[in-house]
């Protein structure tokens, strides 16, 4: 379970210097202004940035509870092949979304994506469930 889990926390890690990215970008070409992001109130930011930015907070959510069963597998020392690769469904997953959600951002692929993560997610918990 510590690869997967390593592999999502990459994800978040450059989700975050994409997001940051994206915001100097907007400031450099006059997009945005720096005090737009004190309370996120100022002028419409391109969608570009909110694209990453609404990213970067889904990656606060459902893969949160994946971090859970990840350190709970762990710290059993439960592991299965099953697990992992339900593991590294809910990984590719993520990814796949993150993909879709910061270039065309197309709503039904998305939801499809990320059904698919959840239900790895749900195989994840049932089988920990099983073992407690």
């Not at 790895?120 to 073992?131: D, G, V």
């Amino acid at each position: 379970m510590k690869e997967p889990l390593f592999t999502l926390l990459i994800l978040i890690a450059t989700m975050f210097f994409v997001a940051f990215v994206c915001r100097m970008w907007a400031i450099k070409f006059g997009s945005t202004k720096l005090s737009d992001y004190e309370v996120f109130d100022g002028d419409q930011v391109p969608s570009y940035v909110t694209k990453t930015t609404n990213n970067l907070n889904n990656l606060f959510q459902l893969p949160l509870v994946f971090i859970a069963a990840c350190v709970l597998s762990i710290s059993l020392a439960y592991v299965s092949e099953h697990l992992i690769f339900n593991a590294w469904g809910f990984v590719v997953s993520r990814y796949i979304h993150t993909l879709v959600h910061i270039t065309f951002n197309q709503v039904l692929v998305r939801s499809i994506v990320f059904g698919a993560g959840l239900y790895f997610l749900i195989a994840i918990w049932i089988e920990l469930f099983s073992i407690i």
